[in-house]
């Protein structure tokens, strides 16, 4: 569909937004509508979207199920304050304590993922009242809000730190780039005793939770083996401090699984969600275990914490999730994905290392497969000639990480599509050979 915009509207973004520098982002898309795993652009273009949108779009962009559940919301009520109930939170809240793991039944609502981690934290803090830290692994990304972006990795040049909690950022391991060598077990067991000496002798005051994510996403998408997953937990019942899983973006289905905690068979504490839950609309909270106390008063009251439409999308949005068996449809794409691109790295030099599991997809462009040094520029090129050919790559951009391609399209993805993408990033990665671009 071409839209045709008058040329000053279709211009104004050159010296309109605050988050792009002036002139605009050259290389921007004006979006006019998606469907399943396709978006179009104002010029009547047709994309295979590999980003999912910001890895949010789980279920494809516009399912009509989902459409038709927001609409027909949207008719009755838009809009209730937290003090009241509404059908759609309350189906919404019985179908997703169906799925939850263990003992995970109280949940809390917001609609952004930051909003989410600062629930979690805060629910942290009313359980452990003494304790004066949450400990966060380095390389995480729990969000941008001013807390949780001190709860992410360093920012170069943070210009927000004059009002920023504090956080310790313990190492963990990383198997494809370990610490002097070491196996991933060596790594595995040196990090769970970082953290614990952290707890002992690291900080002031005690330490309320170790919030992490449960596969690291905007970080580098790095997966950690089980044992240490398990190691955190048995460090935290220990000392009595409480797990908070990110899940916002591992959640409903990304990894194969309806949550990475069922993937490991470990149950955190807390866990987050956001992103694929909504089905395209904005909604995210936590879900917390039976055992915590809850809020008091209005200790974490917001406006539009109870969203009536975004929680009818997500009803709709869950239960096609699962009716749709996407868990599977991930875990089997997923599978042909990692295999298609473990034959592409016999032939292209420019592939490190492939990640799963799921549609949790990407893979590490390396100048030298031996140095590792990463190609960042090949990386932004596959990006930008991704887009010529029609295909929208995921790229990750922050903390010298840039040289991650993530391959993360809905998960109804069909494998087709998944067929055509990856031959139009075989493409790119011959041409860049050629051309000697690393
Ligand atoms: C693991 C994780 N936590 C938190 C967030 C922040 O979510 P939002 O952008 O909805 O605030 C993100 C977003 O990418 C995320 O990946």
Redesign the pocket.
């Known amino acids: 569909m071409t839209v045709m915009l008058d040329p000053e509207i279709a211009n104004i973004g050159k010296t309109s937004f605050i988050h792009e520098p002036r002139g605009g982002d050259p290389g921007k898309l004006t979006l006019t509508k998606a469907q399943g795993t396709y978006v179009w652009d104002d010029k009547g273009r047709k994309y295979l979207d590999f980003t999912s949108q910001?890895?949010s779009n789980n279920l494809g962009a516009n399912d009509p199920r989902v459409i038709e559940a927001a609409i027909a919301q949207t008719r009755e009520l838009t809009h209730a304050r937290p003090n009241f109930n509404t059908p759609a939170l309350l189906e919404l809240t019985a179908l997703l304590r169906s799925i939850t793991p263990g003992d995970l039944n109280r949940i809390g609502y917001c609609l952004?993922?930051?909003?989410a981690?600062e629930m979690a934290m805060k629910l942290a803090f009313r359980n452990r009242p003494d304790a004066k830290h949450i400990l966060v692994l380095q390389d995480a990304?729990?969000?941008?809000s001013i807390t949780?972006m001190a709860a992410s990795w360093p920012h170069p040049k943070n210009p927000f730190s004059a009002i920023s909690p504090t956080f310790h950022r313990v190492p963990h391991p990383d198997e494809y780039r370990p610490r002097m060598g070491m196996s991933i077990e060596q790594e595995v067991e040196l990090c769970l005793s970082l953290m614990e000496d952290t707890i002992t002798r690291g900080v002031d005051g005690g330490v309320a939770a170790i919030m992490v994510?449960p596969i690291m996403?905007?970080g580098g998408h790095i997966v950690h083996p089980k044992s240490y997953h398990q190691g955190l937990r048995d460090i935290c019942d220990r000392h009595g401090i409480l797990l908070i899983w990110?899940e916002?973006?591992s959640g409903f289905g990304r990894t194969g699984a309806m949550f990475a905690a069922d993937h490991y068979g470990i149950q955190p504490d807390i866990m987050?969600f956001?992103?694929g839950v909504g089905g395209g609309f904005p909604l995210?909270g936590i879900f917390a275990s039976d055992k915590l106390d809850e809020f008091q008063g209005g200790e974490d009251q917001l406006t539009f914490g109870h969203f009536p439409i975004s929680m009818a999308a997500a009803v709709a949005c869950v239960k096609a999730i699962i009716a749709d068996d996407l868990c599977t449809n991930a875990r089997r794409l997923g599978d042909f994905a990692t295999q298609r691109l473990g034959e592409m790295s016999e032939r292209r030099k420019l592939i490190g290392h492939i990640r799963g599991p799921g549609l949790f997809v990407s893979c590490e462009l390396v100048k030298d497969r031996v140095t590792k040094e990463p190609a960042m520029r090949a990386a932004s090129e596959v990006y930008r000639r991704g887009i010529g050919k029609g295909v929208i790559f995921g790229e990750s951009r922050y903390l010298g990480l840039g040289n991650l391609i993530k391959v993360k399209p809905p998960l109804d993805c069909s494998i087709e599509d998944m067929s055509t993408a990856l031959d139009v990033f075989d493409t790119i990665l011959g041409e860049l050979e050629a051309e000697g671009i690393a």
């Open positions: 910001a890895w952004h993922g930051s909003s981690v990304y729990h969000g941008r949780t994510e996403g905007n990110d916002i973006q987050t956001g992103k995210a």
